[in-house]
């Protein structure tokens, strides 16, 4: 399934903004996702960043929201930017809820009834997307992922399970923790089922402690949020158990900073030029 289709295409800082739809095997859905291609890839393949986003979050809240093609265009960096979940399928229960369900797919592979034959957004960000990005743009083999909230999560955990797929992994203010908050709770509970053994092969503070390839980690927490309040993201769990491991995560608090994208905004150059000097490596 592809058909790929582009939906809009905008200039933005001598490259191009664009989104496109194409038909998933992974999800057995329809998918969009957003593409930033910088004024470089016109000459030649250009490194690729991916981005996930959060709750409720299309491909559209990064793409309008985050002001990221400035330092795309200045780095040559290709940035992609999927969906947070299958869309059309009206299972049952699916559209109840803002934290679970339509655009809260956790970046997990679903294995519980009526999830498993749609959720299945882990193979759909780190398989057939990338496959697909790689024969029809201007790619390098080069890739690093980063994402935000829930996408911070799913950048952690697709990275740490894939540590050869990628460069680096960054956060802002991802659910660190997912086993040990309400909202990894529910959407595990639903998509993984009652079996803790399954959760923690999606929970990022145990995944920094297996071994392996040791990417390098930047996660910035604004130190307003009102979900760190709320025990949501638990950055203070990943921290500890980096540290137990001697991982090598740098984590930023950023005073007075909240979840929105004024955060995202402040800190993706940040985040870009830190992606770019291992990409460029």
């Known amino acids: 399934m592809t058909n790929l289709e582009r939906v809009s295409r905008n200039k933005s800082f001598g490259g191009w903004q664009e989104v496109w ?38 491909e559209q809240n990064f793409i309008t929201k985050a002001g ?38 956790f970046y997990v592979n679903a294995t519980q009834a009526p999830w498993s034959d ?15 990005i790689q024969a029809h743009f201007p790619v390098q083999d080069k890739a690093a992922i980063m994402g935000h909230s829930m996408g911070g999560h799913g950048a952690l955990v697709l990275g740490l ?14 659910i660190s923790a997912p086993s040990e908050c309400p909202w990894g709770h529910k959407a595990f509970g639903h998509y993984l089922g009652e079996d803790r053994a399954a959760w923690a092969a999606y929970d990022a503070h145990l995944l920094i402690q297996e071994e392996g390839k040791a990417l390098p980690i930047l996660v910035d927490q ?60």
Not at 39 to 46: D, E, I, L, T
Not at 69 to 91: F, K, N, Y
Request: aromatic share 12%; net charge negative; proline share 7%.
């Open 21 to 58: 739809k194409h038909d998933s095997s992974a999800t057995a859905t329809p998918m969009q996702f957003g593409i930033y291609l910088p004024p470089q890839a016109a000459s030649g393949p250009c490194p690729v960043v991916y981005w996930l986003s959060g709750l409720t979050c299309t």
């Open 68 to 105: 990221a093609q400035q330092m795309a265009a200045e780095l040559g960096l290709i940035v992609v930017a999927p969906d947070t979940s299958p869309r059309g399928t009206d299972l049952p229960g699916e559209h109840e809820h803002w934290d679970f369900g339509s655009g809260a797919g």
């Open 118 to 132: 749609h959720y299945r957004m882990d193979t759909y960000v780190t398989e057939e997307l990338p496959a697909l």
């Open 161 to 174: 399970r894939n540590r050869e797929r990628y460069t680096s992994i960054s956060a802002f203010a991802p």
């Open 222 to 281: 604004g130190s307003e949020d009102n979900f760190l309040k709320e025990g949501q993201l638990l950055p203070e769990k990943l921290e500890a158990a980096a540290k137990q491991a001697d991982y090598p995560l740098t984590l930023r608090y950023q005073e007075g900073y909240d979840h929105s994208f004024y955060f995202i905004s402040s800190f993706i150059a940040e985040h870009l030029r830190f992606h770019s000097q291992y990409l460029n490596a």
